[in-house]
């Protein structure tokens, strides 16, 4: 027969069975519906209804429109920069522009006056020969002509009887300077001058300087060549030459 003792060995025993029973009845938050922390991913068990839903989708049209809102913001930004810098761009390059066509137009100028320069020192200078290749000059001047097709000047015109010799002067003369005289300039003059059809013509050029070759070419093709040398003018030919008439 138990008695008293074992009776309550029995009731220990069968009280350890379900607490431990109960222990291993719960793996997780034993109330999982009871969430309080609302920076916590983990969501209400149960299904979605039309409230939630709604709710859920007000909060990402919000979310939506003030990311719509910032990216509007940025681009107006950015395009007020950007026509900032066109204007900025564009201010700079009419700058440069101008200053560009300043300085074409005084290199221009300076050009010209140098050229002017050349001119008038040549002519004032062969004002004082008194023969040039056989010709005995009479005066000295400059002719310019133009027709619809036509229009040449000739910077020194020495002027004897029945004969001139018209000279191109240039300050640096070049191999292109004398090509162009003798094969178009000088061709055109009794053209544009009738007058002086009957005339001998004979070409020449000058230069306060003059490349070698250009001094060369010039002789080569029958034409004076005249320079500066010192405080005077000298003609280049050599000895025994004689001009062709144009």
Request: aromatic share 8%; hydrophobic share 35%; glycine share 8%.
């Amino acid at each position: 027969m138990a008695t008293d003792k074992d009776k309550n060995k029995d009731k220990n025993k069968s009280k350890d069975k379900d607490n431990a029973k109960d222990k291993g009845r719960y793996t997780c938050d034993p109330d999982p519906g009871n969430v309080n922390d609302s920076g916590s991913v983990y969501q209400p068990q149960g299904p979605p209804t039309f409230e939630k839903v709604w709710l859920m989708f007000q909060a990402s049209d919000k979310k939506w429109q003030e990311t719509e809102r910032f990216l509007k913001e940025k681009s107006l930004e950015t395009e007020r920069l950007m026509k900032e810098q066109s204007r900025e761009t564009d201010k700079r390059f009419k700058e440069t522009e101008r200053l560009v066509r300043n300085l074409s137009q005084n290199i221009g100028g300076l050009n010209n006056t140098v050229g002017e320069v050349a001119e008038e020192y040549f002519l004032r200078a062969l004002e004082k020969f008194a023969e040039v290749a056989g010709v005995k000059i009479q005066r000295v001047g400059k002719l310019y002509g133009q027709t619809k097709e036509l229009q040449r000047e000739y910077d020194v015109v020495l002027f004897g009887q029945n004969a001139l010799i018209a000279v191109e002067v240039k300050h640096k003369l070049e191999e292109k300077d004398v090509i162009t005289y003798c094969e178009k300039s000088l061709p055109a003059l009794k053209q544009l001058f009738p007058e002086y059809a009957a005339y001998k013509v004979i070409g020449g050029v000058a230069g306060m300087t003059a490349r070698k070759g250009a001094v060369k070419l010039a002789i080569e093709k029958g034409l004076l060549v005249f320079t500066q040398s010192g405080q005077k003018v000298v003609q280049l030919n050599p000895e025994g030459f004689k001009p062709r008439e144009f």
